[in-house]
């Protein structure tokens, strides 16, 4: 079986192991009517006001962002990083080229505030 | 005792192909045994890790700990999954039902698929993936999306902010966990992990990169939510962050993942750092095991000494230091690297 064969089975297999958790909890657990009241959501004990699914800050969509560039560029790095000895001097020169490029990004962010957490 | 999994894998598959199973068959049984041996490794770790933390922050706070079931309280865990699993089942009413139901479940998938690839001894590992890193980062960092999915799901507000910070935490330590990962990289030479423990036959990479095992450790406590990173389940003012709404088996599927993820990435630290499973006299799985525990009593230890850090402190540490300080590491491995090829070695 190729590698790639074996992780998709892995996965089927591992897919059985939360639904027989849940089977074996259904199997053993108090079945119970639980009145209004205890199905709202939980809020210290005092009935919520309004919807839970609020707004938030704009400050974690920023970060979402900066994220977004750098987890692409970790992806660029990967692969360069496996060939870097057997590439020599080509692979330095382009490593300080794209770690540059990279601080240079990072510096922007920085600069236009992206970090800085209200 | 070396090679006892290993030849009882053997004398299995043999077993199979002379009752005139093909190949392909054979791979599979085998395949569904190490997956069962795994769930059992993972279920046994967390059911003592779970021991072993509630033992040691007593030990730490100079109180007791667990000490009525049994000896030392060894078997309070196996009394709390009881108890567990004899929970009522309660989703609230305004909840979004299909994805409050999956979100543990994934959880859960993610944290095990992750052991596909660790090499827990030698020749121990259940798929020698030639990306294994990669995968292991990639697969590692779904975890994200499952407590965004809890959190948002539950309709509640102690659990949306407490996703909300979780993912804006999780995905801003990726970063460094990734890059710190790449000075490994560098060095071995390969995405294999086999292949990485191997390159550390003579010297284990924490001598070469220290500074990439002190980010790569700063950044995994993060993505774990442990303490003294765990501002999205700070119970004082979050009750539970993302978890405030699941009960019984489903809240225990969230908590047997998380110790599942402590126990993955503590593995991948020592493989990737410590040698993996090198080691003299006892054999290779035991090594593993061994060094495994060490690095988690490092975790626990951390999180019952440092108090809780601020969010905005947490972030600027993850974006201000840990990521540059991460680029700074590649590019001194690279120096590093073409210097001593100059000098030959």
Redesign the interface.
Known sequence: ?S?HA??G???I???V???A??A???L?????A?T?E???????GVD?KG????R?RV??FL??L??LV??IE?IF??PW??????LG?FA?VE??VF?AI??LG?WY??KEGA?Q?? | MENLFINIARTLSDWLLQLGLSH?WT??VL??VQ?TAI?LIITLNVIILVWLERKISGFIQQRLGPNRLGPFGCFQTIADTLK????????????DKLIFKTA??FF??VS??LY?VIPMGKDMV?????VGL??FISVGSLTTIAILMAG?S????????GA?RS??QM??Y??PL??SL?GV??IA???NLSAIVAAQSNIWFIVLQPVAFVTYFIAATAELNRGPFDMPEAEQEL?AGAY??YT???W??FFLAEYTNLVAVSALAATLFFGGWQGPLLPSWMWIIIKTYLIMLVFMWMKWTFPRIR??HL??LS??VL??VS?IN??VT?VG??IF?GMGW
């Open positions: 079986m590698d074996a992780l089975v892995f996965l297999l591992t897919l192991f939360p639904v958790a849940m074996a909890a259904w053993f657990r108090v079945k119970s639980p209004r205890k199905l709202l959501p939980y809020e210290c919520p919807s839970g699914w609020m938030f400050n974690y970060y979402a900066v994220f750098f987890d970790t790095l990967y990083a496996v060939k870097f000895q057997s001097l330095f490593m300080i770690i990279l601080a990072l962010a920085w970090l957490w209200y | 392909f791979d599979l395949l569904v997956w769930i567990l699993l004899t929970k009522e089942d309660i989703i609230p009413s305004q909840t543990p479940m859960i998938i095990v698929l596909a259940v798929v020698d993936l030639n990669f995968y948002w539950s309709n509640n507000k102690w659990s949306l902010l909300m993912v804006a995905i801003s990726e970063i990734a890059f790449l990289v560098m030479g390969s995405l009750t405030t709404e019984g088996m489903r225990a599927l969010m905005d972030m600027s974006w201000k990521v540059p680029l590649i590019l690279g690297i073409e090829k």
